[in-house]
Protein backbone atom coordinates (compact mmCIF):
# COMPACT_ATOMS: atom_id res chain seq x y z
CA UNK A 1 0.00 0.00 0.00
CA UNK A 2 1.35 3.37 -1.31
CA UNK A 3 1.30 6.13 1.70
CA UNK A 4 -0.39 9.36 0.10
CA UNK A 5 -0.89 12.41 1.49
CA UNK A 6 -1.62 14.81 -1.44
CA UNK A 7 -5.58 15.00 -2.00
CA UNK A 8 -6.16 12.66 -5.17
CA UNK A 9 -7.78 16.15 -6.64
CA UNK A 10 -4.48 17.55 -7.35
CA UNK A 11 -3.47 13.89 -9.21
CA UNK A 12 -6.06 14.54 -11.33
CA UNK A 13 -5.04 18.11 -11.78
CA UNK A 14 -1.37 17.04 -12.88
CA UNK A 15 -2.77 14.16 -15.25
CA UNK A 16 -5.11 16.51 -16.91
CA UNK A 17 -2.50 19.99 -16.77
CA UNK A 18 -1.74 19.41 -20.90
CA UNK A 19 -5.24 18.47 -21.83
CA UNK A 20 -6.53 21.60 -19.46
CA UNK A 21 -4.33 24.19 -21.37
CA UNK A 22 -5.87 23.26 -24.56
CA UNK A 23 -8.94 23.16 -23.56
CA UNK A 24 -8.45 26.80 -23.40
CA UNK A 25 -7.53 28.00 -26.83
CA UNK A 26 -10.44 29.61 -27.76
CA UNK A 27 -9.35 32.85 -25.84
CA UNK A 28 -6.86 33.67 -27.96
CA UNK A 29 -8.05 32.95 -31.70
CA UNK A 30 -9.22 34.89 -34.14
CA UNK A 31 -12.17 35.61 -36.60
CA UNK A 32 -10.37 33.21 -39.15
CA UNK A 33 -10.38 30.22 -36.59
CA UNK A 34 -13.31 30.96 -34.96
CA UNK A 35 -13.74 28.73 -31.13
CA UNK A 36 -16.99 26.16 -31.52
CA UNK A 37 -18.05 27.93 -28.24
CA UNK A 38 -20.58 25.75 -26.61
CA UNK A 39 -22.30 22.95 -28.02
CA UNK A 40 -24.46 24.38 -30.47
CA UNK A 41 -22.19 27.10 -31.81
CA UNK A 42 -21.50 26.94 -35.44
CA UNK A 43 -19.15 24.53 -37.00
CA UNK A 44 -16.63 24.71 -40.00
CA UNK A 45 -16.89 21.32 -40.57
CA UNK A 46 -18.67 18.90 -38.34
CA UNK A 47 -21.51 18.98 -36.02
CA UNK A 48 -21.01 20.84 -32.70
CA UNK A 49 -20.59 19.00 -29.77
CA UNK A 50 -19.28 18.87 -25.93
CA UNK A 51 -16.38 16.52 -25.37
CA UNK A 52 -15.53 15.48 -21.77
CA UNK A 53 -12.85 13.42 -20.21
CA UNK A 54 -13.21 11.54 -16.91
CA UNK A 55 -10.15 10.56 -15.06
CA UNK A 56 -10.39 7.62 -12.45
CA UNK A 57 -7.83 6.83 -10.19
CA UNK A 58 -7.30 3.38 -9.60
CA UNK A 59 -5.79 3.21 -5.72
CA UNK A 60 -7.78 3.09 -3.14
CA UNK A 61 -6.47 3.61 0.72
CA UNK A 62 -6.68 0.36 2.19
CA UNK A 63 -7.46 -1.94 -0.25
CA UNK A 64 -5.89 -3.37 -3.53
CA UNK A 65 -6.44 -1.12 -6.32
CA UNK A 66 -9.66 -1.53 -8.43
CA UNK A 67 -9.40 -4.88 -10.75
CA UNK A 68 -9.46 -4.59 -14.43
CA UNK A 69 -13.31 -6.98 -13.38
CA UNK A 70 -14.23 -4.07 -11.06
CA UNK A 71 -13.87 -1.20 -13.48
CA UNK A 72 -15.65 -3.05 -16.49
CA UNK A 73 -18.24 -3.75 -14.54
CA UNK A 74 -18.28 -0.06 -13.43
CA UNK A 75 -18.75 1.29 -16.98
CA UNK A 76 -20.67 -1.52 -17.98
CA UNK A 77 -23.40 -0.71 -15.25
CA UNK A 78 -22.89 2.73 -14.48
CA UNK A 79 -21.64 4.67 -17.92
CA UNK A 80 -22.44 2.50 -20.55
CA UNK A 81 -26.26 2.97 -19.53
CA UNK A 82 -26.28 7.09 -19.61
CA UNK A 83 -23.88 7.03 -22.64
CA UNK A 84 -26.03 4.34 -25.02
CA UNK A 85 -24.34 5.82 -28.12
CA UNK A 86 -20.63 5.51 -26.86
CA UNK A 87 -17.71 6.60 -24.94
CA UNK A 88 -13.77 5.87 -25.56
CA UNK A 89 -11.75 4.58 -22.62
CA UNK A 90 -7.51 5.18 -22.28
CA UNK A 91 -5.15 3.08 -19.55
CA UNK A 92 -3.25 6.15 -18.24
CA UNK A 93 -0.02 6.36 -16.24
CA UNK A 94 -0.59 9.41 -13.62
CA UNK A 95 1.83 10.82 -11.03
CA UNK A 96 2.20 13.29 -8.95
CA UNK A 97 5.16 14.96 -6.00
CA UNK A 98 3.74 14.26 -2.77
CA UNK A 99 4.37 16.65 0.18
CA UNK A 100 6.51 14.69 1.27
CA UNK A 101 8.64 15.16 -1.86
CA UNK A 102 7.89 11.54 -3.21
CA UNK A 103 7.24 11.21 -6.35
CA UNK A 104 3.52 8.80 -6.42
CA UNK A 105 2.51 6.97 -9.35
CA UNK A 106 -0.80 5.77 -10.10
CA UNK A 107 -2.45 3.77 -12.97
CA UNK A 108 -5.76 5.12 -14.17
CA UNK A 109 -8.34 5.66 -16.88
CA UNK A 110 -9.89 8.22 -18.88
CA UNK A 111 -13.05 8.32 -20.42
CA UNK A 112 -13.95 10.24 -23.18
CA UNK A 113 -17.47 11.21 -23.81
CA UNK A 114 -19.13 12.98 -27.05
CA UNK A 115 -22.27 14.68 -25.88
CA UNK A 116 -24.70 17.72 -26.61
CA UNK A 117 -23.34 19.73 -23.50
CA UNK A 118 -27.03 19.94 -22.49
CA UNK A 119 -28.08 20.12 -18.51
CA UNK A 120 -29.19 16.10 -18.75
CA UNK A 121 -25.71 14.69 -20.29
CA UNK A 122 -24.17 17.25 -17.66
CA UNK A 123 -26.23 15.70 -14.56
CA UNK A 124 -25.45 12.05 -15.98
CA UNK A 125 -21.76 12.75 -16.12
CA UNK A 126 -21.89 14.02 -12.31
CA UNK A 127 -23.79 10.99 -11.41
CA UNK A 128 -20.98 9.07 -12.45
CA UNK A 129 -18.36 10.78 -11.14
CA UNK A 130 -20.20 10.32 -7.35
CA UNK A 131 -20.68 7.01 -8.17
CA UNK A 132 -17.17 6.29 -8.21
CA UNK A 133 -15.90 8.01 -5.69
CA UNK A 134 -18.45 6.20 -3.51
CA UNK A 135 -17.56 2.69 -4.66
CA UNK A 136 -14.64 2.38 -5.11
CA UNK A 137 -14.03 5.02 -1.97
CA UNK A 138 -11.79 7.51 -4.06
CA UNK A 139 -11.73 11.46 -3.16
CA UNK A 140 -12.51 12.48 -6.78
CA UNK A 141 -12.92 12.20 -10.51
CA UNK A 142 -11.47 15.00 -12.77
CA UNK A 143 -14.09 16.45 -15.29
CA UNK A 144 -12.55 18.42 -17.85
CA UNK A 145 -15.24 19.44 -20.85
CA UNK A 146 -14.32 21.43 -24.17
CA UNK A 147 -16.51 22.49 -26.92
CA UNK A 148 -15.84 20.69 -30.05
CA UNK A 149 -16.45 20.30 -33.85
CA UNK A 150 -17.19 16.93 -35.18
CA UNK A 151 -17.58 14.46 -37.60
CA UNK A 152 -19.21 10.63 -38.32
Not at 17 to 26: E, F, K, S, V
Request: hydrophobic share 40%; aromatic share 8%.
Amino acid sequence: MRSRTLPRALLAVFLATPLATTACHGAGQDAAHPSPGRAGAACGRGDPMTRTELFFGLDRLELPPVTQAEWQQFVDTAITPRFKDGLTQFDVDGQYLATTGKLIREDSRLIMLLHDGGQVASDAIDAIRKEYKVRFNQESVLRIDEPVCVGF
